[in-house]
């Protein structure tokens, strides 16, 4: 309940702070820039405009750079009919007009619709490989509004390479894995036995093959101490040399026969 005693602007003034003051907290709990339910990174990014502005009307451009040109390369819309094949491409104008001055002018490159009052906010990703491009509209909507859009740009940019970073870690992880079937599958038809070995930690994986080589039980394939307590008192201590002079990177590879403890 507000009870003005001073003029109206003092009043609006107030009413503007705690407008704002709302759009941020909403804006500070935002897990993520990504909405349950929503089927892309972007139609997120126009939901979250919708939720931390409390406005009806919102879109969303992530726009790709390509050298000197940009070109949109994804849309979303909330709370409007959009036809894609008109509102996708303006992202690269609206991306502009944000970098030129803001929100001023933007209404003459939208499709012709109910669409008014918008406001556009631009961000880089870090890796400055596309901008996030964000519209809010149909509401009565001012600067302070604009500044709050700005701040969710800013996220919903640095999302984007998170992600981007997400999915090249998983792609990565993928190949890793393929290649590891795919050596366990030639070491299987060579008969081979081999190791993975941590020298940091002193940690190594083996084989069940060099494990049988070697008559261990099968499941002993995570070792400490690889190798050390398997050579011979007599021959340890030349062992621990030529290891050393190998791993410092002393001399060619070498190859030697130790008497083992087995």
């Known amino acids: ?25 909403r804006l500070t709990a935002l897990r993520g820039p990504w ?5 892309s990174d972007v139609e997120s990014f126009a939901d979250n405009v919708c939720m931390v502005l409390e406005v009806p009307t919102a879109a969303a451009w992530v726009v790709q750079r390509d050298a000197s040109t940009a070109t949109s390369a994804a849309f979303a819309a909330a709370g409007m009919t959009a036809d894609p094949r008109e509102w996708s491409g303006i992202g690269s ?17 939208l499709p012709v619709g109910d669409v008014h009052g918008a406001i556009v906010a631009a961000s880089p990703t870090p890796s400055g490989n596309a901008d996030v491009v964000l519209l809010a509209a149909n509401g009565d909507l001012n600067d302070a509004d604009a500044e709050v859009l ?45 190791w993975d070995w941590d020298l940091r930690t002193g940690k190594c994986i083996v084989s069940a093959r060099w494990l049988e ?5 099968p499941s002993s394939i995570v070792r400490d101490d690889f190798w050390h307590e398997d050579i011979h008192d007599d ?13 410092t990177g002393e001399g060619p590879s070498r190859s030697e026969e130790h008497t083992s403890e087995l």
């Open 93 to 109: 104008a609206l991306l502009q007009a944000a970098r030129s001055g803001g929100s001023a002018g933007i209404e003459s490159i």
């Open 213 to 217: 080589m070697l008559d261990y039980e």
């Open 1 to 25: 309940i507000y009870q003005c005693d001073w003029s109206s602007d003092v009043c609006s003034s107030d009413l503007a702070a705690d407008r704002q003051l709302g759009q941020l907290k």
């Open 150 to 194: 700005g701040l969710l740009a800013d996220r919903c940019a640095d999302s984007v390479d998170i992600r981007v970073d997400l999915l090249n870690a998983a792609a990565q992880v993928g190949r890793l894995q393929e290649s590891q079937e795919r050596l366990d599958l030639v070491l299987r038809g060579t008969n081979d036995g081999w």
């Open 35 to 39: 909405r349950p339910g929503s089927s």
């Open 235 to 247: 021959d340890r201590l030349a062992f621990g040399w030529s290891l050393e002079r190998a791993l």
